[in-house]
């Protein structure tokens, strides 16, 4: 399993070499839309408030989706700024109770990020390059965090 | 009240078993499982088959519809090597003496940890029917 490649074209060049799942983009920083990151979320919002069909539980809620969606946003737009490129796109997918799973799984790198349903709550993650660097931890959910948008320029 | 009688005797399950997890095909994207096949319910543990008293066929067939899921299979030695304290106990049904469970922290990093690490031992060998 991979995660989702972003679709953003080349605009310029950049010393910086694209990291594992990443591209470059060709729109202004301010608009920039990452197709694939819209084309995952479109897909996430099918799932919002439906039963499990085996297990009779919810998804997750709307609330929540969005939660994580805004999370992503917050890095993804922070990390376009500083690196010029568009970040890999995670898949989203349901977590226990009622949590939304963001979950990256590269060639050189994975990462989990689960954002609670309580909002009052912190969300957790756990990432590894499949050897000997780890990060685990707890994150605000709404805010900047650089030591994830360092982990998702691993190469 | 008298506790609920358990039909089958609690066994140790050995490191050289298998188990058996079933995934709804919500929970399988491209073939193989997403992290979402590893969520325990409630607070409680995973719910698995020990391959000492189930087939795979017999692990879907107890699915609401068995053709919308797929099976999983994961070593109990290669479970238990992901982190000391992580364990699987054998918690026979009075319908299911194959019924076992996969102790996992009930949230945090060290959940989200070992959902990924269970999901790079765990193998598709029964897959969704089309």
Known sequence: MSSSGAACAYEYESDFEVPDGGTKCDQPADNRVDDSLRTEITRAEKLVGTLDADEDSLAYS?????LAIVFLRVQSSQFRKMY????????????????????WKQNQWELLINIPSDNSQQASF??????????KGTLHPRKINYGIISWLTHK | MADAQVAFPIEVI?????????????RIRDGLPTLSAFVPKGNGGLSVDWDKYSTPEEARSRGKVPGDNAIIR???????????GIDIKHKPLSENRAHSEIGLPSEGPAQAEIRVMLNRIATIILPISM
């Open chain 2, 74 to 84: 994961m070593g109990v030695g290669d479970i238990r090597q992901i982190e000391e």
């Open chain 2, 14 to 26: 050995p490191n050289e078993a298998a188990v058996f997890l079933r995934a709804h095909k919500t």
């Open chain 1, 84 to 103: 010029s490129f568009c970040p890999p796109v995670p898949h989203i997918g349901p977590g226990p109770n009622g949590s939304v799973d963001l979950h």
């Open chain 1, 126 to 135: 756990y990432g590894d390059d499949y050897g000997t660097q780890r990060i």
């Open chain 1, 62 to 66: 709307r609330e929540t989706l969005n």
